[in-house]
């Protein structure tokens, strides 16, 4: 196809996608998405042929890459057997992807309830911490997000909840934990403080009242904001003194992304339920899953479980796991997220030499972001938190300037998210930060 044909092709599959569709998050008119005809590895590549890297991995999910022909031939062979049955009949799949993830999951965290996302996960997750202790309140961070939908977006704290504040749903508690970049009086400081005043919160609520703590496993799109040192082992502490539920939250921070299966495992806890989704499937199909422990399903024996989806356990997204869990582990991709995570370490602290907007940089493995600053002296963010559009005018030139040099990345008010595939090789993240790095001029030219 001449490069003309492309160019229309590309056209027209973007007018049809926004004149009949609905994007999420964004105001409709104006936009000017990627048009991905294809996905290998960790580019994308648009109908008129240009290659795109993903530096977040589609929504930090797509952790093997895009493309691999293992997963679609696991697809096919599930599809050409049985598709769909009801969650009250049971596949083969079904039963080898419980177990497998029971090996993978620490601890008597052996039972899966299948769901179909993140959202669904944590849904179900608050539900049955409810049931299983009869207390209705949970306790969740400002600073995480937890899905979108009605209770999901109500359980977490991130601003895009305050246009549907009123439709909140009831009986979520929020927390603060500062995090150390912004936080004058040192780690340990910061440890004990936030975890006697975190105590005094479940005291003024009625320690008996409170179900579960739900807490993402390394905070994702709030910023990769780091729990200090020992917190998580305070707050399992806390929840065994009070009888209180500890849920992760690792449908962002699972499956490889921080260099562990899951995120929690970097703070030696073994929670109460894990809620999945994303790094799952990868993003084959959608598939999601809450991961409880034996002592919660085993409530349930000789009592009605009072939870259900129609696609829970949906068999060819069963496939699709089952065959993304065996690749993590044939092609060792935990350990490389590590190894990657520690390369982009050394070569975010070279950017800092030479960009003095560069506040912070954070990361677990790969899951990290650049934090964005006016002045390094002050730590006055180039955009603040829930930035309207009139702050982020040097943000969004980031941001178009990082799409038109070939990348495509999560940018959120000042933070730059760096979460490539975990397959990412040393070549692809200089590739990437290169593009970073002169994206980031336009940065420093307003630090003042
Ligand atoms: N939990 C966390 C930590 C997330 O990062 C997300 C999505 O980004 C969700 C839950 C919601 O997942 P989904 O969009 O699949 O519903």
Redesign the pocket.
Same mark, same amino acid.
Request: hydrophobic fraction near 25%; charge should be negative; include cysteine.
């Given at each position: 196809m001449s490069e003309t044909l492309n160019k229309t092709e590309k056209k027209k599959v973007v007018d049809n996608a926004l004149n009949h569709t609905i994007m999420s998050w964004s105001k409709q008119k104006g936009l000017d998405p990627f048009a991905i005809q294809r996905a290998e590895g960790v580019y994308l590549y648009e109908f008129d042929g240009r290659k795109i890297i993903d530096f977040s991995s589609g929504?930090? $999910?797509s952790n093997i890459g895009y493309g691999d022909q293992r997963v679609t031939e696991a697809v096919v062979k599930q599809m050409q057997e049985v598709s769909f049955i009801s969650p009250a009949c049971v596949s083969k799949v079904r039963g080898d992807l419980g177990k497998k993830l029971a090996e993978i999951c620490p601890g008597d965290l052996n039972r899966a309830f299948f769901t179909v996302? *993140?959202?669904?996960? $944590?849904e179900n997750a608050i539900k049955l911490a409810r049931l299983y202790t009869g207390r209705h309140k949970i306790f969740a961070r400002y600073q995480?997000?937890? *899905?979108? @939908?009605i209770g @999901?977006i109500s359980a977490?704290g991130d601003p895009r909840k305050i246009p549907v504040d009123s439709q909140q749903a009831p009986n979520f508690v929020h927390f603060d934990l500062p995090y150390s970049y912004r936080y004058e009086q040192g780690e340990e400081n910061l440890l004990k403080e936030s975890i006697a005043s975190l105590e005094r919160q479940i005291h003024y609520e009625g320690p008996n009242t409170i179900a579960a703590i739900l807490l993402? *496993?390394e905070s *994702? @799109?709030s910023g990769c904001l780091k729990y200090p040192e020992n917190y998580l082992k305070e707050v399992r502490k806390i929840c065994d003194k009070y009888g209180i539920l500890l849920i992760m939250?690792?449908?962002?921070?699972g499956f490889g992304r921080t260099g562990q299966w899951f995120g929690f495992q970097n703070h030696g806890i073994v929670p109460d339920m894990i809620?999945m989704?994303?790094g799952l499937t990868c993003g084959y199909l959608?598939l999601?899953c809450v991961m409880v422990t034996e002592k919660i399903a085993s409530k349930y024996d000789d009592t009605v479980l009072p939870l259900g989806l129609t696609y829970s356990a949906h068999a060819v997204s069963c496939a699709a796991a089952l065959e993304v869990l065996k690749i993590y582990e044939e092609d060792n991709l935990i350990e490389r997220a590590r190894e990657m995570g520690k390369y982009m370490e050394e070569k975010v602290e070279e950017l800092k030499k030479i960009h003095p907007s560069i506040g912070d940089f954070r990361n677990t493995g790969l899951l990290g972001c650049i934090e964005i600053v006016k002045s390094r002296n002050t730590k006055e963010p180039m955009a603040p938190f829930n930035a309207k559009p009139e702050e982020m005018v040097v943000m969004n030139k980031v941001a178009a300037k990082i799409k038109e040099l070939g990348m495509y990345t999560f940018v959120k008010w000042n933070f730059v998210f760096v979460a490539p595939p975990l397959i990412v090789t040393k070549e692809q993240i200089d590739e990437g930060l290169a593009i970073i790095s002169e994206a980031i001029k336009i940065a420093d030219q307003a630090v003042i």
């Open positions: 929504l930090m $999910n996302c *993140g959202a669904t996960s $944590n995480s997000y937890h *899905g979108a @939908t @999901t977490g993402e *496993g *994702g @799109t939250d690792e449908v962002m921070s809620s989704a994303k959608p999601g």
